[in-house]
């Protein structure tokens, strides 16, 4: 499964024939997920093929290779870009040769074969085009309702009802009030277990939606609106919760290096984030928006060549061999400045101290009655009171 993922994302890098859109792309892969899983299935879909565990609402896919590579995917299909479709083919099993030649040749159908939205059709909506429109879709679709065509069919149920009877067989209820229509819209809106997007589909969509859309468009778009607003404060509540949850991650991971008794590296977005299980532009974009963990990257590098000479005057310990202050600044690789050398000769002078501590006896207790500086002995003459 690797393999081809491979494949598939070097053989795209080395196409140079384009002749295809983005929206073409997308439309492709939702054709073939509709075959498949159905539409909506994009996570589905690729947890499905690579036994990825599902993440939390908004995170991203993440596909771990080994210990220290991982493969982030986008979490929705409205969002995927490049690498992600890769992984789509991979999943669906599809050959990139034979998708180049479907897209060029335009052998499936295209997204300006789709049913044009509601909006576009009530530009030049009028009684004798809704009548026009209506007899040739019945004649198309010969034993379907005519309100399976929802515009128009609402649009001559509101406005030429009297026609619409003659003309087609249709039910007899009495049409909703806006008010009614209202309500039943104002309760799919606030439905929280959706996504924005969802809601919008099923506003527009829905009986009620599309009569709106036809006598009270000026509420609808406002209802619209608001929806609009709440996705983007949505959005940023996220990213705001994501970027707090990875500053906490890179925090720690950033002590886990300056901890470590490794050859000291310059810290960065790539370095953190390879180590905590992000891109390096997630990493990166944390470290840019947080002051503490920006002061912190920045202290690391600062005390690097510190951190260099310690190394070096670890390395030098751990050997055995005596300590000089040319042969740690040059396993240090740094140069011989003053600065330098002050750095090292406090190196070891504090390996020394610490050395000489740890291999010191332990000094003995005093017993102010006895005289005795062994603390067994000492218990040994218990002193009389007399």
Not at 110 to 124: A, F
Not at 225 to 252: G, P
Not at 348 to 357: F, P
Request: proline content about 5%; some cysteine; hydrophobic content about 35%.
């Amino acid at each position: 499964m690797y393999k081809q993922l491979v494949d598939v994302s070097v053989a795209a890098l080395n196409n140079e024939c384009r002749k295809w859109s983005y929206a073409d792309i997308r439309h492709y892969f939702e054709l073939k997920m509709n075959e498949r899983n159905g539409l909506n299935s994009y996570k589905k879909i690729l947890c499905s093929a690579f036994e990825l565990e599902q993440p939390p609402l908004g995170q991203p896919l993440r596909l771990y290779i080994n210990d220290r590579s991982v493969v982030t995917f986008r979490p929705y299909f409205s969002v995927a870009r490049s690498s992600d479709f890769c992984a789509l083919m991979v999943a669906l099993n599809l050959d990139f040769k034979q998708i180049s030649r479907e897209l060029a040749d335009r052998t499936f159908p295209g997204p300006e074969h789709s049913t044009p939205r509601p909006k576009m059709v009530r530009q030049t909506l009028t009684r004798e085009v809704a009548r026009q429109r209506m007899r040739q879709f019945m004649s198309e679709h010969r034993g379907c309702s005519p309100s399976n065509s929802k515009v128009l069919y609402w649009f001559l149920k509101l406005f030429d009802e009297q026609w619409l009877s003659k003309n087609f067989v249709v039910t007899t209820t009495i049409n909703p009030t806006v008010g009614q229509d209202r309500k039943n819209l104002i309760e799919v809106f606030m439905q929280q277990q959706f996504s924005r997007d969802k809601i919008r589909e099923r506003l527009m969509n829905s009986p009620a939606g599309v009569r709106a859309s036809l006598r009270d468009e000026v509420w609808l778009k406002n209802k619209l609106h608001e929806l609009d607003v709440r996705k983007k404060e949505h959005r940023t509540a996220r990213r705001i919760q994501n970027v707090a949850s990875r500053v906490i991650v890179l925090h720690a991971v950033l002590q886990q290096i300056l901890a470590a008794q490794d050859w000291p590296v310059r810290i960065n977005g790539a370095v953190l984030g390879q180590k905590a299980g992000l891109s390096s532009s997630q990493a990166q974009g944390a470290i840019r928006r947080d002051p503490g963990l920006r002061r912190a990257v920045e202290a690391a590098n600062e005390s690097k060549t510190e951190r260099q000479i310690i190394w070096a005057a670890r390395q030098f310990q751990g050997e055995g061999h005596s300590i000089s202050l040319k042969q740690i600044l040059r396993r240090a690789r740094l140069p011989t400045l003053l600065q330098n050398f002050d750095m090292a000769r406090k190196a070891r002078d504090g390996l020394s101290m610490t050395q000489h501590r740890d291999l010191a006896p332990p000094r003995p207790e005093y017993c102010s009655l006895t005289g005795n500086t062994d603390a067994a002995k000492c218990a040994m003459h218990p002193i009389e009171l007399r």
